[in-house]
């Protein structure tokens, strides 16, 4: 039997979501908002928070707004990012909207160019997994314990929803397929 035949019309829509739903790279706004690039008011409201609760791709961009006048975004190593080190970035972006494509997977590290800024926690660390087509392979985060960034990106099993109400069975199927 084809696995066209063992499935619903259902079951089938949801396989081809998924799966043209992880094909196209996005652009992240940094913080979710244009005033997001900026010291925290608290601990609680850091870049970093707003990072771990999405997915970076290979392929995706992170997107940057905010006063050229008054700050700058470096890309930094990841002893940089640790130690607020703006004295040899990776890149220095000066624009007010910068854009940084993701071409692979890993740990990026951002910090602010402003005096003193990185320090009250102005900074980021964004985790990009493997590419879209291989629903395997997550990159390597930083351990938590060598630095304040992100939990490891969620695998693919974050995307393998179940679906109740239209059978078990294309549950386990879709299930099964993303794995």
Same mark, same amino acid.
Not at 28 to 37: Q, T
Not at 104 to 124: M, N, V
Not at 154 to 162: G, I, K
């Given at each position: 039997? #084809? +696995? ?7 079951? &089938?829509? &949801? +396989? =081809? #979501?998924?799966? @043209? ?11 979710? *908002? ?12 850091? @870049?970093?928070?707003?990072? /771990?609760? *999405? ?35 990776? #890149? ?9 494509? =993701?071409? @692979? ?8 160019? !402003? %005096? ?7 900074? +980021? ?13 997550? %990159?390597? %985060? ?5 630095? /304040? ?8 099993? !974050?995307?393998? !929803? ?6 078990? %069975?294309?549950? +386990?199927?879709?299930?099964?397929? &993303?794995?």
């Amino acid at each position: 039997m #084809a +696995l066209s035949e063992s499935l619903s019309p259902f079951c &089938l829509a &949801l +396989l =081809l #979501a998924s799966i @043209l739903g992880s094909s196209e790279a996005r652009d992240f706004l940094v913080g979710g *908002n244009d005033n997001a690039w900026r010291v925290p008011p608290n601990t609680t409201d850091s @870049l970093n928070q707003w990072a /771990e609760k *999405n997915r970076f791709q290979v392929g995706d961009s992170l997107v940057w707004k905010y006063d050229a006048a008054k700050d700058s975004v470096l890309q930094v190593t990841r002893d940089a990012y640790l130690g607020c080190n703006r004295s040899s970035p990776v #890149a220095e972006h000066k624009d007010g909207a910068t854009v940084v494509r =993701l071409h @692979l997977p890993g740990a990026y590290y951002f910090i602010s160019g !402003a %005096a003193g800024a990185c320090e009250e926690g102005e900074k +980021l660390i964004v985790v990009v997994m493997s590419e879209r087509h291989s629903l395997r392979g997550l %990159a390597t %985060a930083p351990s938590p314990a060598e630095s /304040e960034g992100p939990a490891v990106a969620p695998t693919s099993a !974050a995307r393998r !929803a179940v679906v109740f109400g239209s059978g078990m %069975a294309c549950s +386990l199927v879709v299930l099964g397929m &993303l794995m």
